[in-house]
């Protein structure tokens, strides 16, 4: 399969991640709070960061709103400018850099650029989609630990099998590419500092 119809498998997951994180955190009563927050701040300095959720609201009607309605950046405002859910700096700092990967993704696929390069833009993202469930259940201890536990066993495993898959498809690429035109930028594989090779699968060295 092409990168470009690969992504959004991507993004699926980095979203249902963040959305099952929210999901052990919320409680009752939590759109309608929401709601005001983003109501206050809609014509504010940070109006951006709250319009898209407002829009959302008010079409779906808060009561009806619920977290799968929720995009990666959507979930990222609510944890960490909304006051709602109490949640640890390192998590904060975790869910920033997914929301960031997956804009920058979606930048980059505007680019064009080859997709060599946007297999190993996705399979980074995921690494730092690891880093976030690993930070959840290490630094949010107000969550029950059976549930961190089973969170981060769903999505480590769901997170190992979709980069073994982009692993898989981008040698494939590589191979094709060189193939049908040669190598035109010889690849320079250095060693790490343990000894283990940077280039090459990079499931064992991210997992």
């Known amino acids: 399969m092409e ?4 992504l ?19 409680k009752d009563g939590w759109q309608q709070k929401f709601y005001s927050k983003v109501e206050e701040e809609k014509e504010g ?3 951006n960061k709250y319009i898209e959720a407002y829009n959302d609201l008010r079409d779906k009607g808060v009561d009806n709103y619920s977290v799968d309605d929720m995009d990666i950046t959507v979930i990222f405002v609510f944890v960490c400018y909304c006051n ?4 640890s700096k ?19 696929i505007k680019l064009n650029e080859p997709p060599e390069e946007l297999y190993l833009r996705a399979i980074l993202a995921l690494y730092n989609l690891r880093d976030l469930v690993r930070t959840v259940d290490n630094e949010e201890r107000q969550i029950k630990d059976s549930l961190r536990a089973g969170y981060r066993k769903t999505h480590i495993d ?3 099998n979709m980069v073994a898959v982009l692993d898989d498809e981008r040698m494939d690429e590589l191979v094709d590419s060189v193939i049908k035109q040669g ?10 500092g343990d ?3 940077l280039e090459g699968r990079l499931l064992e060295d991210y997992f």
Do not use: F, W
């Not at 869910?95 to 930048?107: F, I, R």
């Open 90 to 108: 390192k998590t904060r700092d975790a869910l920033e850099k997914v929301k960031n990967d997956k804009n920058s993704l979606q930048s980059h």
């Open 3 to 6: 990168i470009n119809n690969r």
């Open 84 to 87: 709602i859910v109490t949640s």
């Open 45 to 47: 300095k940070h109006k």
């Open 195 to 197: 000894g283990t090779c």
């Open 158 to 160: 769901r997170i190992k």
């Open 183 to 192: 190598v035109i930028t010889p690849v320079i594989v250095r060693p790490k």
């Open 8 to 26: 959004p498998d991507v993004y699926n997951l980095m979203a249902e991640t963040c959305r099952d994180y929210l999901r052990l955190i919320v």
